[in-house]
Nanobody, 119 residues
């Protein structure tokens, strides 16, 4: 599965952004889709994942971010509300077969999109 993330940008604290990740391959609908992020000098961390009707989130974004997918469009979204400066990072979408928070369980990765939240 080839992935391309988009939608990043500069936003003020408290604002919103929606990230998109377009996937190529008919296997998209059967894949677990995840979002991860990596801030400068930090390790990449799990943000959210979706499989079928099920979603899971990291504690740091729960209640503020929403992951969704459109299988007809082969696209997964990450709606980010009430953004904080600590949400600033490069955001990556990923595809895998395990409903996991571990990046090693995801086999395909997009190039990432930068989100910067100013205070």
């Amino acid at each position: 599965v080839q992935l391309q993330a988009s939608g990043g940008g500069l936003v003020q604290a408290g604002g919103s952004l929606r990230l998109s990740c377009a996937a190529s391959a008919r296997a998209f609908s059967r894949s677990v889709m995840g979002w991860f992020r990596q801030a400068p000098g930090q390790e990449r961390e799990f943000v959210a994942a979706i499989t079928g009707p099920y979603t899971r989130y990291s504690d740091s974004v729960k209640g503020r971010f929403t992951i969704s997918r459109d299988n007809a469009e082969n696209t997964v979204y990450l709606q980010m509300n009430s953004l904080k400066p600590e949400d600033s990072a490069v955001y990556y979408c990923a595809a895998g077969m395990l409903y996991s928070i571990k990046e090693n369980d995801y086999r395909s990765w997009g190039r990432g999109t930068l989100v910067t939240v100013s205070s």
